[in-house]
């Protein structure tokens, strides 16, 4: 949330906004560069949303400027007024007050033009039943609010990107797209949307990046939770769910995208989540790093007290038809292409929803309670903090957290870790051990409770 300000002037108009809404609207309009010549200072709204405000401080001449926006037909918040070198932070504030209070702004027309994923296809039988959640039911107004600002700004490539957000075989793996879409833009990365396949060309740097993004699809029926015991889990870890991830990233490496030309020479990697089981995501972390270098590890406690670290060689999978599938994946033939795989457990609705809701967007009569287990940062430690909080404009997740990159150590062409910030998780391998750059805040995985009044419950 924005912090309290001392304004000295009478605003008519203009209405101080959260810094969090702000960024929401504006998240892929402000191009990534602006950050390293000015500093934005306070938002504001015209009270409907149809103009936005902004003030920034001029890093080079220290003085400021001011800027109005409102939607252009596409629903894109866009520059309408610009007014630079404004000597003092008050004067910015009397012209934004005045320009949001006159009738010479220029409003765009909002009612067609847009990219519309909420539109009627006449699809009934085929809707995902989360779509329709996320369509009709309050829980989800503030993803609601988020997923269609998001909307307006992405370039549908293959002309089926509105269907398959809303059906049973495309839901997941869009959601998982617009949450990268988000993520990327949020490390300041710029896209290039030229070629439809990988899903996401970027750059930032003057350099480039491909991503395919891929998902270990449903393997149960919708909306029946399965819940295991800890000893099914721990037993499904062991194999099963290593192997989904296998064949998952295997069917995308059968593509071969880095023989494309605006891929060749150009880091590569793979961006992957988890939506085999309801909720499996909360629990099929530790399976992906054990595929991927091929190690466990096992741990116990000297008779200091300290924490001694083992590494223990995994051999192979098998599959139901007994055929063995070694793992390490970084060390198996062809993936020196793959320059690091992208793994999230936080690439759902739930993340939309709290990030809306800090936003203050949808609905006031839901509460959001967040409850995760997050990295302890104790050398010592053996288990991970347990947080839970209540989500609202004090909190500050990011797009970035919980998003982690696993390095390949025999890369053709290796990520530079500085492509991405410290809200980023990172893993590297050398001598049978993970070294792990880890953020701040890194949560292995979270559940978001929706708490409704009884009386919207009902009336659904």
């Known amino acids: 949330m924005i912090r309290a300000v001392a304004i000295s002037v009478i605003m008519k108009t203009a209405v101080l906004i959260n810094k969090k809404l702000f960024d929401i609207f504006l998240l892929f309009t ?9 500093k934005e200072l306070e938002f504001y709204s015209n009270g409907n949303g149809g103009l936005l405000g902004l003030i920034s401080l001029d890093l080079t001449d220290n003085d400021y400027y001011g800027c109005i926006l409102s939607r252009d037909d596409s629903k894109q918040y866009r520059a309408e007024v610009i007014k ?3 000597p ?5 504030r009397l012209w934004i007050d005045e320009k949001m209070s006159s009738n010479s702004i220029v409003f765009h027309d909002n009612k067609h033009g847009f990219f519309d994923l909420f539109q009627d296809l006449n699809n009934k039988n085929q809707l995902h039943p989360n779509y329709i959640l996320l369509k009709e039911h309050i829980s989800l107004s503030s993803a609601k609010e988020v997923t269609k600002e998001i909307s307006y700004h992405y370039k549908d490539i293959d002309g089926n990107f509105i269907d398959q957000f809303q059906s049973k075989n495309g839901f997941d793996s869009r959601v998982w797209e617009l949450f990268l879409f988000c993520f990327f833009r949020e490390q300041f990365f710029s896209f290039k949307r030229n070629f439809n396949a990988p899903d996401y060309m970027i750059e930032k740097f003057n350099r480039e990046i491909a991503i395919e993004a891929v ?5 149960t029926e919708l909306g029946v939770t399965n819940m295991s015991s800890l000893e099914e889990i721990q037993e499904k870890l062991n194999n099963e769910v290593p192997l989904l991830f296998g064949n998952a990233l295997f069917d995308k490496m059968k593509k071969k995208y880095w023989e494309k030309e605006h891929v060749k020479g150009k880091p590569f990697m793979i961006a992957i989540a988890d939506f085999h089981d309801t909720m499996s995501m909360t629990w099929t972390f530790t399976a992906l790093s054990d595929y991927l270098y091929g190690y466990k590890y096992d741990h116990s406690f000297d008779e200091k007290g300290k924490l001694v670290v083992k590494p223990v060689k995994i051999g192979n999978y098998v599959k139901e038809n007994g055929t063995a599938i070694p793992s390490g994946f970084f060390f198996l033939p062809d993936t020196e292409n793959v320059s690091a795989i992208i793994f999230s457990s936080c690439g759902t609705l739930s993340k939309f ?12 009569k839901v509460t959001l309670v967040r409850m995760g287990a997050f990295y302890n940062h104790d050398p010592n430690a053996n288990k991970p903090n347990l947080i839970s909080y209540q989500v609202d404009q004090s909190s500050n997740e990011t797009w970035s957290e919980g998003i982690i990159v696993f390095h390949n150590p025999k890369a053709k062409y290796p990520l530079n870790p500085a492509m991405f910030d410290d809200r980023v998780a990172q893993c590297f391998f050398e001598d049978e051990f993970i070294y792990s750059k880890m953020p701040k805040y890194f949560p292995y995985s979270s559940i978001t409770k929706n708490l409704i009044p009884k009386e919207e419950n009902n009336s659904m």
């Open 84 to 86: 630079a070198s404004i």
């Open 215 to 219: 998902i270990v699809s449903r393997k």
């Open 353 to 364: 929803n709290r990030m809306g809701k800090q936003a203050d967007l949808g609905s006031q």
């Open 30 to 38: 402000r191009e990534p560069f602006v950050e390293y010549f000015t």
């Open 88 to 92: 003092t932070i008050e004067e910015a």
